[in-house]
């Protein structure tokens, strides 16, 4: 069977070969059957791709070890659904998951805009040339379907990832990456075709909008995940693997606002391009990030073969793109300039000059070790202090610019009239910030400007909703329940963008409380059955130890009764399971979700000794951080919202897109 | 092994055949080429989206005033400037599509083959 | 483009500045010799693992550098939280300082790298 993995993979290199060669040749010569043949290759290049897919799966499900993949992250004891996502739990498995993504993607990209003819004849070659150097890699470099002789049983996955995270992080991550290649390829398409027009952004608006709800949610659990299992009290550590996720993400949001301008000003071309290939290029380089440990350190790079051939991939596709700019640079030259320096488009510059300074500070951050050690030969890397700091310097001005931009008119806003629409925000903000100094929040000066600045944007979100309803309710005469449904319902992208806006807000309050007002207690020393610890008002009494057993785990818990203010509130257990076949521990850490603050009363037992019962726990309490989870659900419901196709702007981009047919049957 | 040796072959037959397709339905077709939009179609797209652009701007500044983002003075200012934009692009349309009509009147080939 | 230009040098001061007053030195044991300044050393875990990292006397381990054929061995004291995942042969960071010839790690800032796995695996105070 894996002979058929193998056939199956070289089928689809041979496609997607082809799709990029006769792709090329048809779009440089106009010959029609040609650019259908190699459409069709795509189309069936995901086909065999699925094949590749399926017996990998289903060598999973049956665990047949004669495939060194299958016996390297899988065990007979593992659960079926575990095992099922050791596909891409291993380096060759997650190349196929990113072929068989972005095969799927190319073929409804494809078929999608299958009458948009001269665009997509370019964007046939683009998605091809992504998907060889992915074939080629499974083909040559790193197969999954390597047959060894089987041995009695897999190596088995680590404990820490079978939990239901890794079921859905992966590969939710994966869509968002992958789905940044079709915005590429499409501009890179519109730039070979030399159009000039607003094709491409048109056609991939909901692309790159999936593409960025994939990826933000796919971080989200990613965060969660590591919240909750592996348990040190945070969400996240700015690991370079988280990092490489985020840099994309940063790239994308960027480009999701200065298209904006693009549309409605016809400005920014050459900007837009320069974006849309530094997410794609972003979002390759944290999949290569991701997978091949080189971070650590450039010798780890070498021990790993796929690092050599991604980099190369890399710097083929950016001087790729920066030829295909700079070739392209006349046509892109707008006539259009920058009006005022106080009107939208220019809030929406600042904003994209803030989101690409805090991505390159970040990308910065992530190579800096990698730089040193190449140049002279020491070492150096940066931490938590280096990011925050940044973190700070631009993401505060772009939480407030995110309250500021929609109350600032297009073209021009005097003076005058900003000064009316920023009074009740403005207001807002000041009143919440004096409150929250009296109420001694004045600690932590980020956090008290980030909650400040929320409360800005929140009132201007709350704002446009009121003054849209109204205006509605005042002209169609609809009851305001109505108006507001007909005003989202007219203008999805504007609203559901301002409710993807609130979900920022949810999530910079939620950051803030966590880290900026959040009591951490360490233990000094550790504590006898019936001692207590104390932090920010609450009490932790340790009762004692239990054990027991688990499906493939002792799980060793500590009982600490949780107090607040003398009455008792909850019973905690933090713990320590261990594991005989890994011979590992794992930390297992038991939370309180205290409503009062929206918080989390977080414990960790640091150490446990069985044999004295002595325990040091570690306890912080984090107010606000459910909102960060929560900060996620509205951030979908927004993004929905704003993909959410409507009839009648479909209506006209088809009129406006097709009458070349039309006239020729007049 | 000889149910993969099938399969794959299969999958290779299903493979050539979907990317033949098009020679295979088409042997000697009429017309090969695909069209190109030509300096009138590029121009024509050109001033549709200038015109679908300042009609948006015009109605944005009309939702805009009446929510009070815009204040009288400035909607005043501005309306009359975008106004003559939207009516400018609405008028360098129409000529093109005269010019549209009188080249498929006197006979130019220009149609887009049908069938995929 | 004269905007963008000067945000872009502004840019490459601000992170000039605070790359050069943040970043602090990784060194491998191999390479500790002589460097007295706080710095993060990474290695991998020799054993034996003796003490308690709780303890007034804390965890003592010795490292060794990861790859190479370098046989230092560089020996660690340490208090604080020790991450689940830390055992001998681990590849660990620890940041802190020599002492009379003892490296002395910085309270909590014991951290493991699993570089072929998914998640981050570590403990950090944060």
Redesign the interface.
Known sequence: MADLGRAALLVTFGLVVYALVAGALAARSRRRRLALSAQNALFAAFLSTLVAAAVLLVALARRDFTFAYVAAHTSRSLPLGYALSAFWGGQEGSLLLWLLILTGYAALAVWLNRRNRDLVVWVVPVLGLVATFFAFMLCFVSSPFVVAPAPGDGAGMVASLQNPYMLAHPPMLYLGYVGLTIPFAFAMGALLSGRTDERWIVATRRWTLAAWTFLGVGQLLGAHWAYVEIGWGGYYAWDPVENAALMPWLAATAFLHSVMIQEKRGMLKVWNMILVALAFLLSLFGTFLTRSGVVNSIHSFSQSPLGGWFLGFIAIMTAFSVALIYWRLPLLRSKTKLESLVSREATFLYNNLLLVALCLTILWGVMYPLLTEALRGETRSVSKPYYDFFLHVFGLPLLLLMGIGPLVAWRRASLRALGKTFLVPLLAAVVTGVALIALGFGSSTPGLLAYTFSAFVAASIVLEFQRGTSARHAIAGESYPRALVSLVGRNRRRYGGYIVHAAIVLLAIGIAGSSAYQTVREPAHGLRKGQSMEAAGWTFVYRGLTTHQEADAQATRATVDVYRGGSHVTTLHPGKNWYPVEQQTSNEVSIYHDPRSIGDVFTIADQIDPKSGVLFLKVLVKPLVNLIWVAGFVFVFGSVIAMWPDAVEQRRLAERYAPAAASART | ?SV??V??AV??V??VL??????LR?PS?V???????DEL??R???L???R??AL??LK??E??H??????D??YRA?VGPLRRRAAEALRALEPR?EA??ER?EAGTP????KG? | MIALSVAAALAVFILYTAVVGGATTQLSPSQLQGHTGHVSLVGAVVGPVTGDAHAASGLRFRVKDVSGASTVTVPVDYHGSVPDLFKTGRHIVVAGQVRNGIFVGDNGTLVTKCPSKYAPAKTTSS
């Open positions: 092994m993969a040796l399969l794959g999958l290779a299903v493979a979907l990317v033949a397709r098009p020679f088409e077709p017309e090969d080429t695909l069209v190109e939009p179609d590029r024509r797209l050109e549709v989206e200038e679908d652009r948006a701007a944005e500044l939702f805009d009446r929510t009070g983002k815009v204040s003075d400035d501005l599509a549209r009509h498929s220009e149609g887009t083959p995929q």
